[in-house]
């Protein structure tokens, strides 16, 4: 992700409209605020950070109940920064063979250091129906109004395109839509348990399932934190999550409870204190996981691919085909689409 400098578009004050506020969109706005572009970021939910979404509350760390390892080198951090005269304050852990922030997460990347220069530019509990790019100028209709746009940077998870929530007009093309409609969204499902013993290895990490329908990992949620709280961690997607989304919190207490002592010599329901869960699916502006591993790479690049030099999208799903679904990726697609922006409007 090279270096943006100061740009301008084809000698035109062009006015932006980026639908949603998760990663892509954040960063989205992010790009175009550094370049002095006027934008405006319409985000359904009342709050940003997509999945990103931690919790605050359960330990003395931040509980990262969507994205939580950082799938790239730390060198990321300044690449999404774009400003060499910002000191960055991040530390990390290794976890191989990823990273794990220590005492953060990616919310609070985003909190810290995207966030504060474009918040004022953030329009919460706006939900777009439509997006109209068939004249000269593109209409865009949501819960609080229509808006007027010469690009629009659409950064909403891709089940959201599935159901039809976003009418396109014109339609999309049939290729495009076949792919929005046949791509495999994974159910999503994370869940986290204190316990007053540790009795787990530091740092474990126990595989049930990885494979082609989905991932299941217990993980040690507290290795490398500075902390002294005993928390495992459940992080679930695709078929492994069909046991879990219909049940109750008191239900999954128990059969997760259940399945720690399998694994642990039935010492988890002896030292189990609380616990607390995410089941994405539930999520109004999400409603699920996210693209399976396993998607033909060729088939997310023309997910990512812009309409008629006026649509575009930027997010986890909507990248190069090299890598998707991280939140490096969805911060790199932003970085393409301002780019493909650029190059159309000049």
């Known amino acids: 992700m090279r270096r943006l400098g100061k740009i301008k578009m084809a000698n035109k004050a062009w006015t ?5 506020a998760g990663a892509g969109g954040l960063s989205a706005g992010y790009l175009l605020n550094q370049l002095g572009i006027d934008f405006e ?3 359904a939910s009342s709050e940003f950070g997509g999945r990103m979404k931690i919790n605050t509350e359960f330990a003395d760390f931040p509980i990262p109940l969507g994205a939580e390892w950082i799938e790239t080198n730390v060198e990321i951090f300044s690449e999404i920064l774009n400003d060499d005269s ?95 409609k046949n791509a495999l969204i994974w159910d999503g499902f994370k869940a986290f348990f204190e316990f007053s013993k540790d009795f787990y290895d530091s740092g474990f990490e126990k595989i049930i399932e990885n494979s082609k329908a989905g ?39 128990d059969v997760i409870l259940k399945e720690l002592d399998i694994l642990f010599l039935n010492q988890a329901t002896t030292y189990y204190k609380k616990h607390i869960i995410q089941n994405w699916n539930k999520e109004p502006f999400i409603r699920g ?58």
């Not at 329009?123 to 007027?148: C, E, L, T, W």
């Not at 961690?233 to 207490?253: D, H, I, M, Q, R």
């Not at 997010?315 to 493909?340: F, L, M, P």
């Open 86 to 180: 910002v000191q960055l304050d991040i530390k990390t852990i290794k976890d191989s063979p990823d990273y794990k922030f220590v005492n953060s997460s990616w919310f609070n990347f985003y909190d810290k250091y995207i966030v504060p220069s474009i918040s004022n530019k953030i329009v919460f509990n706006s939900v777009v129906s439509s997006i109209n790019y068939s004249g000269a100028n593109i209409r865009i209709s949501s819960s609080q109004g229509q808006k007027i746009a010469d690009k629009v940077i659409v950064c909403v998870p891709l089940k959201i395109l599935q159901a039809g929530d976003i009418a396109f007009i014109p339609s999309l093309s049939k290729d495009k839509q076949s792919i929005i």
């Open 16 to 20: 932006h409209i980026i639908i949603g």
């Open 289 to 346: 996981g996210y693209l399976t591993d396993h998607m033909d790479w060729r088939e997310v690049r023309k997910l990512g691919e812009s309409i008629s030099s006026k649509v575009y999208f930027a997010g986890g799903e909507y990248t190069d085909g090299e890598n998707w679904v991280s939140v490096h990726a969805a911060a790199q697609s932003a970085k393409k689409a301002i780019d493909d922006i650029f190059i159309d409007s000049n």
């Open 215 to 253: 991932q299941k990992i217990f993980y040690d949620a507290s290795f490398g934190q500075n902390s002294d709280k005993n928390i495992i961690g459940l992080f679930a997607v695709g078929n492994t999550v069909e046991k879990y989304k219909s049940l109750s919190k008191s239900n999954l207490k």
């Open 41 to 43: 970021i319409l985000e």
